[in-house]
């Protein structure tokens, strides 16, 4: 087997191993899950992170097996939280779980017949049939609380401010150690990996392991950090909240926009772990990066290969068009093609104006849109002298004052875009 740990480490994946985890992914293939917490229908580029290790797991010859929480989704994880969180009912819940199988099979082939191919489980399966006294007393009998109280997602809850911890989120790291018990029985799973948070849970799972099989049963634990920004602030988010990994949440322009406007230092960072580029592709990229860090070659290449990873090589090729649109030299067909969401993202914040379609239908004269209709210009002369100055464009095409806009102008059947000089835009509606 090649060396996955020494792989992880250089990426930067490597926060917490527990001893004889890197002898057991060299000595075989090793079945290894991790946990995906459906509190939502899709997961954010937080949730990359684990669902590249599976990928990572699976090139290296390893058998991933990713599991969605059906069941814990219903308690909630008390690690990293300062509140307990609301309990979703089954219908959200199953709603959100076929979602993130969906997100999950687009990284996965859980249909493949290789050896190693990996596996899709719901935890929800195995726990509903659970009855309370049998857990009490096979699995809550293994594990003593003051082993519970000792984790820290436990203690910081315990000592900080608010009311506490419930029950229900106290036995949370019991029933995630069943589920790594379970999947060591049923798939002989030997390893979960996670975020460093989820060290405590992973830790009780490979006790419960050990305690609740005969001598000798093996098992083990490795998370990765948690991914940070340069300046401390937190990873994954943009102005507009949560960065998705679907378009319908996430757009894919404002997706390949999020990568490409990392920092330099953040940028060295991500291309390392959030792509599969091998190592000496990446040291050169850097080394060519700050030789001309103007020319922005690593966040470029990040976007490209986040975006390809995520969405498809078509949909990076359409949003590197929509940037072009706003930044580079596109035409009135580059802008006609954009759908109208992609649009109204590419020219978020640019000042708007209603018209009605009715005087456009015989054709409107541009110095009448440019002042009176739209206030783009304070005055028609303003107006006249720039289009004098050949400065002004419709749907990024030079006019004359001559010009009359009509609904041949129309983008998706009701936008104009107006231009003066290189990056002064105006969106005329048209209804």
């Given amino acids: 087997m090649k060396n996955l740990v020494e792989e992880l480490q250089w990426r930067g994946l490597v926060h917490d191993i527990m001893p004889g985890t ?28 684990p669902i590249l290790l599976l990928v990572h797991l699976k090139n ?42 969906a997100v999950l099979s687009r990284f996965l082939d859980f249909n493949s017949k ?36 000792a ?8 000592s900080g401010e608010g009311e506490g911890m419930s029950f229900t989120e106290f036995t949370y790291q019991l029933i995630q150690g069943y589920d790594f018990y379970h999947l060591h029985k049923e798939y002989n799973c030997l390893l979960q990996m996670g975020g460093s948070d989820q060290w405590g849970n992973i830790t009780t799972g490979t006790e419960l392991v050990r305690r609740m099989n005969a001598e000798g049963a093996k098992a083990y634990a490795m998370t990765c950090p948690l991914i940070t920004k340069a300046d401390g602030s937190k990873f994954g988010k943009s102005e507009g909240g949560n960065v998705w990994l679907t378009a319908d949440k ?40 700050q030789v001309a ?5 690593l966040q470029r290449k990040l976007a490209e290969e986040v975006t390809t990873l995520v969405h498809s090589k078509e949909e990076l090729e359409k949003a590197i068009k929509a940037s072009n649109i706003l930044f580079g030299n596109a035409s009135a ?36 849109v440019l002042n009176e209709k739209t206030g783009f210009f304070k005055s028609n002369g303003e107006a006249r002298r720039a289009l004098t100055a050949n400065s002004i ?13 009509s609904t041949n102008d129309l983008i998706n059947n009701q936008f104009v875009l107006l231009q003066s000089g290189k990056k002064n835009y105006f969106v005329v509606r048209v209804k």
């Fill in 22 to 49: 890197e002898e057991q992914l060299l000595k075989e293939m090793t079945t290894t899950y991790i946990g995906f917490d459906p509190t939502s229908d899709s997961l954010h580029i937080g949730s990359l992170v």
């Fill in 60 to 101: 290296f010859g390893h058998k991933p097996i990713a599991l969605v929480g059906g069941a814990t989704g219903m308690i909630g994880d008390p690690s990293g939280k300062s509140d307990e969180r609301n309990l979703l009912d089954e219908a959200t819940l199953a709603h959100n779980v076929e979602g993130i199988k």
């Fill in 114 to 149: 290789e050896v190693n191919a990996a596996v899709l489980v719901n935890n929800y399966d195995w726990m509903k049939d659970l009855s309370f006294i049998n857990f009490a007393r096979d699995v809550g009998k293994r594990i003593t609380v003051n082993y519970m109280m």
């Fill in 151 to 158: 984790k820290d997602s436990v203690k910081k809850r315990l």
């Fill in 250 to 289: 996430t757009s894919v322009y404002k997706f390949y926009q999020f990568w490409l406007n990392t920092t330099d230092v953040d940028a060295e960072k991500y291309i390392k772990i959030f792509t599969f580029l091998d190592k000496a592709t990446i040291e050169a990229l850097i080394t060519e990066h």
């Fill in 293 to 297: 860090p103007h020319l922005r070659v």
């Fill in 333 to 368: 067909d580059d802008l006609k093609q954009l759908d109208e969401a992609t649009f109204l993202e590419v020219f978020d914040g640019v000042p708007q104006a209603e018209i009605a379609k009715s005087e456009i239908e015989n054709g409107l004269d541009i110095v009448t």
């Fill in 393 to 405: 464009s419709v749907n990024k095409e030079k006019i004359t004052e001559e010009y009359q806009l």
